[in-house]
C-alpha cells in the first residue's frame, strides 16, 4: 500500500478554506520531546501503567496547576470561561441572558373554556338568493356552484346563522337568551343585563355630574393600574379595595387577583394625585328614564338593581332556537361569535353545506345543474344538450354560428361580432380650413346583425345546446360519448347484482329492505 508524500500537492486541500489548509514545509515534530524529558517514563502502551510521576497538564508557557481555586485566574493565560466569577464567554453565552426566575413559580394561562354545544345552521338570504337566480336567468351565464358559495361567505349580510339548543330529555345543554332590543344572543341573564347597560344605558338613564366636597387628608402618593391607567386612590382610603375588586371583575377577570393585583403601581406625581382629588370630589348622580315617576340613584349598584327589577324581564326571553343575520352576529356573546367564526371558517375551507342548500334552492327557482370535465359543478338556465345538426335541421345562420363557435378556441361573444357582424367603420371626411375633424363617437347600439346573433345566442343558451361560462368563453355542448355495448349474457349466468338464493339474508319485516350477503 502506497502512501502519499507530505509534499505532494494534494487537489482537495484547495477547496479547503485557509484556516484548514495545512503548511507542509512545516516540521510538526520539531518539539517534540522523549519520554525520559518528561521525566514519566516510557508508556508502552494503555496496558503498561507507570507508577512514577505524571507528566504536567498542557498549561501554557505560564506553568504551574490547572486552576488555583474556584474563580481564580487560569495559569497561562486567559480569564476563566466557565468559573463561578469568571466573565462571560460572549454574547451568546447562556448567562447573558437575564434572569427569569424559577419557571415553576409563574402562573399557568388558562386554557379557553369549552364551548356550549348548539345546532348550527349557516344558510344563505333567501332574497340574495332570489337575485342570483334571477341574474342567472337574465344573462344565461354557467357559474360554478363553489364559487357563489364563497361569494356569498365574504359578506355577513349576505347569509343568516340559526343557533338552536340541544335538548336530552328535559335537560338542555346550554341555554340562549335573546335581547329584544337588538335582536342579540346570550348565554345568560347577566350577560344581557351587562351588555344592555353598556350599550344602551342612555336609554333608560340619565347621568348627571355635580360637584362634591374632596376628600379630606392631605396624600402625597395614589395607587394606579399599571395596564388601564386608571387612578384607584391611596390604599388607606376606605374606597380603595371596592374599586380594585370591581376593577379587576369588570376588565380582568381572566387573571388571577394575585398577579392583577402586583400590577397595581404606587404613583407620586403631583398631577395624578391632583387628577384623583378631582375625579373624587365629583359625584355622579343617574335618573330614570321611561317610568311614571322620576327616581334618582346616586350609586352604580342602585341603577343595576333598579333596572334589573324594572326592564331587563321586557327586554330578555329564553328561546330554544333563533336565526340571525350574519351581520348582527358581531354584537352578540363572545362565546356565539366564537361558535360563528369556526361555523364561518369551516364552511369557508369546504362550503359542501351551504353548496346543498343553493342547489336546493336554485332547483326551486328552475335552474338545472352540470358538471364540466366531470369535476366543477355549475349551475345554468339548462343542461347541456348536444345539438345534432345532421338530425335536426336548423337556420343557416344558426349553423354558421355554431360551426363558428365550435372552430374558434376560447370564443367570446366579441370574437363573435367581429367575425360574423362587425361594426361599421365610421370615416368623416375634414371639413375645409377647420384643420382634422373631431373622432365620432363610438355607437353602444348593437346593429341589425348583432341584434340577430343576440337573439340566435339567447335560444341556444336557454335550450342548452351553446353554454356561456361565467368568465365570458363560449362553448357548444359536446355529443355524448356511446355506451360500450355489453357483450350477451350465457343462458342460465347468475345475474352479477344478486347473489344465489341460498345465500340471500332478509332483514327484519319492519325494515322491508333485502340485505343481500354475497
Not at 173 to 190: M, Q, V
Not at 225 to 235: A, D, K, R, W
Not at 279 to 303: D, M, Q, W, Y
Request: include cysteine; proline fraction near 10%; glycine fraction near 8%.
Amino acid at each position: 500500500m502506497s502512501q502519499q508524500p507530505e509534499t505532494e500537492l494534494d487537489l482537495e486541500l484547495q477547496l479547503l478554506p485557509a484556516w484548514a489548509k495545512q503548511n507542509t514545509d512545516t516540521n510538526r515534530f520539531a518539539h517534540y520531546r522523549g519520554d525520559e524529558e518528561a521525566g514519566g517514563g516510557a508508556r508502552k502502551g494503555r496496558g503498561d501503567r507507570s507508577f512514577g510521576p505524571r507528566p504536567p497538564r498542557r498549561d501554557g508557557p505560564g506553568g504551574g496547576t490547572r486552576r488555583d481555586g474556584p474563580g481564580g485566574p487560569r495559569p497561562g493565560g486567559g480569564p476563566r470561561r466557565d468559573g463561578p466569577g469568571g466573565p462571560r464567554s460572549g454574547p451568546g453565552d447562556r448567562r447573558d441572558r437575564p434572569f427569569r426566575g424559577d419557571r415553576r413559580d409563574e402562573p399557568r394561562r388558562e386554557a379557553p373554556a369549552p364551548l356550549p354545544d348548539f345546532d348550527v345552521s349557516l344558510m344563505p338570504e333567501e332574497k340574495g338568493v332570489e337575485g342570483l337566480a334571477r341574474q342567472i336567468k337574465l344573462t344565461g351565464r354557467a357559474y360554478p356552484i363553489f364559487d357563489i358559495a364563497h361569494l356569498i361567505l365574504k359578506k355577513p349580510d349576505r347569509f343568516t346563522i340559526t343557533f338552536a339548543v340541544i335538548k336530552t330529555g328535559e335537560t338542555v345543554a346550554a341555554p340562549l337568551f335573546l335581547c329584544t332590543l337588538d335582536d342579540t344572543l346570550w348565554l345568560s341573564e347577566a350577560e344581557v343585563m351587562g351588555h344592555l347597560l353598556n350599550k344602551h344605558f342612555n336609554t333608560f338613564y340619565s347621568t348627571e355630574k355635580i360637584a362634591g366636597e374632596a376628600p379630606k387628608g392631605t396624600y402625597t402618593f395614589v395607587a394606579q393600574c399599571g395596564m388601564s391607567g386608571i387612578i384607584l386612590g391611596p390604599p388607606n382610603y376606605h374606597d380603595y379595595q371596592t374599586k380594585l375588586h370591581k376593577l379587576h371583575t369588570e376588565r380582568f377577570r381572566r387573571m388571577p387577583f394575585d398577579m392583577f393585583k402586583a400590577r397595581v403601581k404606587i404613583v407620586r406625581d403631583e398631577a395624578v394625585v391632583k387628577q384623583w382629588i378631582e375625579e373624587t370630589s365629583v359625584k355622579t348622580e343617574f335618573t330614570a328614564l321611561n317610568v311614571p315617576e322620576a327616581v334618582k340613584f346616586t350609586k352604580r349598584e342602585e341603577v343595576e338593581a333598579h333596572f334589573k327589577a324594572t326592564h331587563l324581564p321586557n327586554l330578555l326571553k329564553s328561546v330554544a332556537s333563533h336565526t340571525l343575520i350574519g351581520a348582527n352576529v358581531g354584537q352578540s356573546s363572545p362565546t356565539i361569535r366564537r361558535i360563528y367564526s369556526l361555523v364561518v371558517e369551516d364552511q369557508v375551507r369546504f362550503p359542501l353545506k351551504l353548496v346543498n342548500t343553493l342547489c336546493t334552492s336554485f332547483s326551486r327557482h328552475g335552474l338545472h345543474f352540470f358538471k364540466v370535465n366531470k369535476t366543477i359543478t355549475h349551475v345554468s338556465v339548462a343542461r347541456p344538450t348536444y345539438l345534432d345538426m345532421e338530425a335536426t335541421p336548423v337556420s343557416p345562420n344558426l349553423r354558421k354560428l355554431i360551426e363558428f363557435i365550435d372552430a374558434t378556441p376560447k370564443c367570446t361573444r366579441r370574437k363573435i361580432y367581429e367575425a360574423l357582424a362587425p361594426a361599421p367603420t365610421v370615416i368623416t371626411l375634414p371639413v375645409p380650413g377647420e384643420g382634422q375633424p373631431a373622432a365620432a363617437p363610438a355607437s353602444t347600439e348593437p346593429t341589425a346583425e348583432q341584434s340577430a346573433i343576440n337573439s340566435d345566442l339567447h335560444w341556444l343558451v336557454h335550450q342548452g345546446h351553446v353554454i356561456e361560462f361565467a368568465n365570458g368563453l363560449i362553448e357548444t355542448a359536446k355529443k355524448p360519448q356511446p355506451k360500450p355495448a355489453q357483450a350477451p349474457k350465457p343462458p342460465g349466468a347468475p345475474r352479477p347484482d344478486r347473489a344465489p338464493r341460498a345465500e340471500r339474508r332478509y332483514l327484519p319485516a319492519h325494515v322491508g329492505l333485502p340485505l343481500l350477503v354475497g
